[in-house]
């Protein structure tokens, strides 16, 4: 009897530890993950940019993870911080001087990792059942946008244009995967990097069947020499109206830009 009032007690306390958790995240992505597993009350602190769902504009700001307000953060007392991982950073040897509880995760590289990010934070604020549900719908998505897509042989050919200058996404990219599973095929599926600065005679070359540009309008590049000998402009296939934050942060909301591109990149097939 003594042994089955302990386990009771003991289950009892650790439930209670889970519902007052506190937790900082530092950046948007585990901000919207944290609420999309139920655990959103026991934010108590996020970064600026944190800002869906709405109900994160009301949490406290504690700066960006950059630069963070360290008083802020050690004030708040949070029982675990959710923090990128970055070598050599300031920011996490200055948190690990403060005595912190800090997960770190590596950088999302591709749309699997997303699993992987919603996998530990779940894991880390007592939310396993919770996440294993929510990796399982999120899959169920990425097939059936996988059973929808063209063959591979004719994946249209894509240029992402992330910012002025012509700064894009190279096979390194979160992004560069979106547009995979969206069905389409990155025109810097063999550059190595992340991101970096093309060039306008580059695209040309490469002559995309679609242009996704997430700064500026269709008329940015209509006006631009030799326009009209690159397949997207000459078919008026240049998206502009994509969501910024949703398609560059590694949570649930780019699931809903890789089905959004799949209609698009499927369009006239």
């Known amino acids: 009897m003594r042994v089955f009032i302990l386990i009771i007690l003991l289950i009892g306390y650790s439930n209670c530890f889970a519902e007052n958790l506190r937790i900082i995240s530092l950046m948007p992505s585990y ?26 504009l009301e949490k406290e700001k504690i700066g960006d993870y950059l630069r963070p307000n360290f008083e802020k953060i050690y004030a708040l007392k949070p029982d675990i911080i959710l923090a990128p991982q970055w070598k050599n950073s300031i920011l996490l040897k200055n948190l690990n001087s403060l005595k912190l509880n800090i997960t770190q995760f590596e950088n999302e590289s591709e749309i699997d990792d ?10 880390k604020i007592n939310k396993k059942s919770e996440g294993k549900d929510l990796i399982k719908k999120l899959k169920k998505r990425l097939k059936n946008t996988a059973e929808k897509k063209v063959s591979d042989k004719r994946k249209p050919k894509v240029y992402i244009e992330v910012d002025a200058k012509y700064w894009t996404a190279g096979a390194g990219s979160f992004l560069s995967d ?32 679609i242009i996704i540009s997430l700064w500026a309008g269709d008329k940015e ?23 910024r934050d949703k398609i560059s942060r590694p949570a649930l909301r780019v699931f809903d830009i890789i089905e959004e591109l799949s209609l698009k990149l499927n369009e006239n097939k």
């Open 221 to 243: 590049y209509i006006k631009k020499p030799l326009a009209q000998k690159i397949n997207a402009v000459s078919n008026s296939r240049i998206v502009t109206n994509i969501d």
């Open 178 to 209: 979106v547009i995979e599973k969206a069905g389409g095929k990155n025109i810097f599926y063999d550059i190595k990097k992340a991101y970096f600065q093309t060039s306008w005679e580059a695209v040309i070359e490469r002559n995309p069947d």
């Open 114 to 123: 997303i699993f992987r990010t919603i996998a530990i934070i779940a894991d």
């Open 31 to 56: 901000t919207e993950i944290v609420f999309a597993l139920g655990a959103g009350q026991q934010l108590v602190g996020v970064s600026n940019f944190c800002n869906y769902p709405e109900t994160a």
